[in-house]
């Protein structure tokens, strides 16, 4: 007789068959990790790699938090009682920090964590090293979401080692240009009509000319006049001389360039004061000025001073700096300068100018004072951020704002390309005669003779 009984009920099927099926699937995906790792990161990361550390986060959060000093005891009176009551049981475990759900992201996970009484999110900042360590993870940033609460964004994957490039159409609009991809994976933007100044630093060969030959290979179609200033005798910002409205090689160049930009933006300054607007984009379009971007490569060179005579020279290339940052964002005048090392010693006008440098790009630097130069006192992890960049990954950096500040890495525009870019776009190049004067007309004679561009042109 057969008994009912032995007979598997086909809810029981089901589930040995979901059993089977998963088992296959986890170790199929064990197996197959890490090619997949390599092909898709971002697959591998939601399938495998997030799980794992999802586990890991959760065996780790408590031991991490006493760990890091931010457990709290419980109150005296409340270990007694339970020590009463539990006849010497060990006192309860100290309380730790209410975390929120993890939730994945393309390249890492996020949480929100609610502060103890007491805690501040800077004591959490400092706990971001050992939170990457213990999650083993790329890095681990800590911002305040709101009062009370802290969102832990974990990287697992550095999105920076191999950028995916986005494709920028066109030539975009006036005076903005794709130059990189942030850590977010959004594109990095270089808009000069939003931040007007920039400083970009870094050490040797950290990146540098890379990013200024990605602004000059995005400016160049547009209606835009470059100016260079490269007091490295010429040597980097002679490639794009073609496409230059002017370029000063030297300190004394560079000191007539600059009283002659300062010229231009007095004329400027009558022209607006005369049509009652206050900046040169209130003008009608047909007697708009063309945009200027004044390039500076190696600021040192500019400001270091051998002996007495050098002195007056350098005096005045400051100042003229500083004055152009401090009229020139209205009038249409910007400025993007680079140094290696940008510091109080190179002399007085150097943090004058600083302060009117808004846009700020800290590449790999080895020193902590360039970084503070160029991040200001931004939180202490954006300092060890832009000191911890691998040699390996040039044209990664830390860019600041007066949001916070954030990764990113520059497309690499090699200098042929740049090159080849400002040949192309050589007839557009706009001439300023003032300028061309201050420094002497391209040998050549390429530009062409055209003073007003404007913003459609
Ligand atoms: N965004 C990038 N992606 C990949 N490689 C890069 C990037 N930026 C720079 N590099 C590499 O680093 C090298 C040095 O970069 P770059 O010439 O821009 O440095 P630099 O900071 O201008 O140096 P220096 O101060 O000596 O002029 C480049 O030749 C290139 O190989
Ligand atoms: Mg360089």
Redesign the pocket.
Known sequence: MITLASTPSAGQTWLSWFLVAAAVLVSGLLLAGPALRRRSPAAWWLLLGFPVTCLRVARTWRPLMAGCGLAVSRKAALTVVSGLLAHGAPPPHPRVPRRGGMRPTAHGFWFPVRLLPGQTPEDFVKAASAMAHDWRVHAVRVTTAEPGVVRVTATALDPLRQPRVPRQRGTGPLLRVVV?VLESGAPWVVDLRKIPHWLIV????????????ALVAGFAPQPVALVGIDCKGGM?LSLYERRLSALATDRAQAVKLLAALMDLTSARMEVCRAARVRNIWGLPDEERPVPVVVIV??IAELFLVANRSEKDEAQAAATGLVRLAQLGAALGVYLVV?G?RVGSDLGPGVTALRAQLGGRVC?RVTDSGTAEMALGDLNPDALEAAQTIPPDQ???AVLASADGWERA????V?EERAEEIAAMYAHLTPYLPGLADAVGEPADGTAVHIERLDRDA
Request: aromatic content about 0%; proline content about 4%; hydrophobic content about 20%.
């Open positions: 990189g870094g050490a040797t060969r950290s990146g540098k000319s890379t990013l200024i030959n980097e490569d190696e680079a290696q590449h040039a044209g990664t890495r520059s497309h690499l090699p």
